[in-house]
């Protein structure tokens, strides 16, 4: 992701966010914004930082999982 299209991500969840207070919403969004860098050394903190992403990635699947089945069980209803 660039610099421009990261900016303008983040202009539109201030805008969401905004939105979202004026209209008294009580929707929760969760963002998880990553921009990885390009590493050529594979040291002990390297390691560490690519299994948190890891733990991360497998977080964010088990959430998208479980928020998608929720959504589908309420438009059953």
Known sequence: MGFLRAMGFLR???F??????VHRSD????????MPAKTNNFNVETLK???VRKQL???AHTV?????KKLYEGLLR
């Not at 969401?16 to 207070?21: I, T, V």
């Not at 998208?64 to 998608?68: A, L, P, R």
């Open 49 to 51: 930082g690519q299994a």
């Open 57 to 59: 990635w497998d977080t």
């Open 16 to 21: 969401l966010r905004a939105m979202g207070f």
């Open 64 to 68: 998208k999982e479980k928020f998608g």
């Open 12 to 14: 539109a969840m201030g």
């Open 27 to 34: 929707v929760t969004v969760v963002v998880f914004f990553i």
